[in-house]
Nanobody, 118 residues
């Protein structure tokens, strides 16, 4: 079973960059795809980005061109580089481990808050 912990959230101004990290333990990390999701207050959780075991990536239209997902299997870590942040990016960000193509994720972190002020 994989345990996931997110790091790197915070309060930033619009236009700056922030990098989130998702550290995995307890399982064969490289055997899973990892997705990033976010949930804003009173909104449903939404897909942000994902990276497959092989390094294929996928992004939501709202972040395409601004966010970059990457992974370092040696460090059991997946990163979400968030550039040109906007107030509408404000949310709790979660990482999850699962299947890239079916978008089925079985293991979830507890989330990290990202707040972007205008």
């Amino acid at each position: 079973q994989v345990q996931l912990v997110e790091y790197g959230g915070g309060l930033v101004q619009a236009g700056v960059s922030l990098r989130l990290s998702c550290l995995a333990s307890g399982g064969t990390f490289r055997g899973y795809a990892v997705g990033w999701f976010r949930q804003a207050p009173e909104m449903e959780r939404e897909f942000v980005a994902a990276i497959s075991r092989a390094g294929d990536t996928a992004y939501a239209e709202s972040v395409k061109g601004r966010f970059i997902v990457s992974r370092d299997n040696a460090k059991n870590t997946v990163y979400l580089q968030m550039n040109i942040l906007k107030p509408e990016d404000t949310a709790v960000y979660y990482c999850a481990a699962g299947n890239f193509y079916s978008r089925s994720y079985d293991y979830w972190g507890q989330g990290t808050q990202v707040t972007v002020s205008s």
